[in-house]
């Protein structure tokens, strides 16, 4: 009887040891990370390649082992390389596609103190556009790993499912504006708060232009504006206009509003912040190889009236704006041409709400 007993604690031991070390059965994740992919959205005519980076956002955790096996539909996203970080990296040990399985597996080595936290860029994936359709970025499975006292322990991942969309894309190309010898023109490069470079739901928000300048002033409604490359991941605009009816050419502000924004006057070149001075100290010239082209990038048109008591844009971001956009967040719709929209990323979530917030503190938009 005796050795009974010692048999079943030994089986006990055993059995208590493998349950606690057996990867998956009661393990408890001991932190938690944020994976997503940059740009999220965009879209692609068929035959267009896209570079694509894959971020975690860990906080103040630190990362020791990455390794995640994303699913993509390569019949119509074709996948031509995959590269691990490392800068971030020292081990890589899986960098590939294969069978519409994106793997990558990297471990950093470095102290506890040197590890890889916050925002982490983990790697490179280059696709190519084979076939129209939507493709969605799923995530298969995961281990994400930190240093403990003793060990490793997992972090549990929320993956933020990017989406591409393949299609016949009209490409924009700008126009140059033919000067009439006489009027100037007016050209600028300026943002929209919250947009970002792959926000492709962002390439059709049209600008009113109004000028001012010596009691003179003009208003140019829905002047195009195209992309023009990125700025610390800011997606940045272009546009220009043949100021038709409007003579003078110098101390001109200019006041630009957006199709969800509030309107914003512009006084100086690089300007950065509110301006608030009376006129404005802009120029612009009849040729349109010598007009200056304005730098308006540093003060972002700010996104957040949506709707009035008409259901029109009434200059103010209030209580019906907050209301209309909370209730279409909670949505959660995809697709173009959502007035919620407000980054232009081609669906709805909370990052609209809050952009709204910001554009709130401003409340009205400036009007002389």
């Known amino acids: 009887m005796q050795v009974s007993r010692v048999w079943l604690m030994i089986n006990l031991v055993w059995g208590l040891g493998w349950i606690l070390t057996f990867p998956g059965q009661i393990e408890a994740y001991l932190g938690k990370v944020e994976g997503y992919m940059s740009p999220s959205t965009e879209v692609l005519n068929v035959g267009e390649k896209l570079s694509t980076k894959v971020m975690l956002n860990t906080g103040s955790s630190k990362l020791s082992v990455v390794y995640l096996n994303l699913q993509i539909d390569t019949s119509r996203l074709k996948v031509t390389s995959v590269i691990v970080n490392r800068n971030v990296f020292s081990g ?33 994936i280059e696709m190519e556009a084979l076939e129209k359709g939507n493709v969605m970025v799923g995530l298969k499975n995961y281990e994400i790993t930190g240093p403990s006292n003793s060990n490793d322990y997992s972090y549990q991942l929320a ?37 970002m470079e792959g926000s492709s739901c962002s390439n059709d928000w049209p600008v009113n232009v109004t000028v001012m300048s010596g009691g003179q002033s003009k208003i140019y409604d829905k002047v195009s504006v195209v992309e023009d490359g990125g700025e610390n991941g800011k997606k940045i605009f272009k546009g220009e206009v043949l100021l038709d009816g409007f003579t003078p050419k110098q101390e001109i502000a200019v006041f630009l509003k957006g199709p969800k924004h509030i309107q914003v006057k512009y006084g100086r070149n690089g300007q950065s912040d509110f301006y608030n001075e009376p006129g404005g100290s802009l120029s612009v010239e009849s040729n349109s190889a010598t007009t200056p082209i304005y730098d308006l990038t540093g003060y972002p048109l700010m996104a957040g009236d949506v709707v009035g008591r008409s259901s029109q844009q009434d200059g103010v971001v209030d209580g019906l704006d907050f209301s209309y956009v909370k209730t279409e967040v909670n949505k959660r719709t995809e697709g173009n041409g959502l007035l919620a929209d407000m980054n232009g990323n081609c669906k709805l979530e909370s990052q609209d709400l809050t952009l709204l917030m910001l554009a709130m503190k401003d409340k009205q938009e400036q009007l002389y």
Do not use: C
């Open 92 to 124: 890589v040990y899986m960098e590939k596609e294969s069978g519409g399985v994106v793997s990558i597996y990297g471990t950093s080595s470095k102290p506890t103190g040197e590890l890889p936290s916050g925002v982490v860029e983990v790697g490179t």
């Open 159 to 195: 993956w933020q499912v990017p989406t591409y969309v393949v299609d016949s894309r009209v490409m924009v190309t700008p126009t140059e504006v033919v000067g009439n010898g006489t009027n100037g023109i007016l050209k600028f490069r300026m943002a929209y708060s919250g947009v």
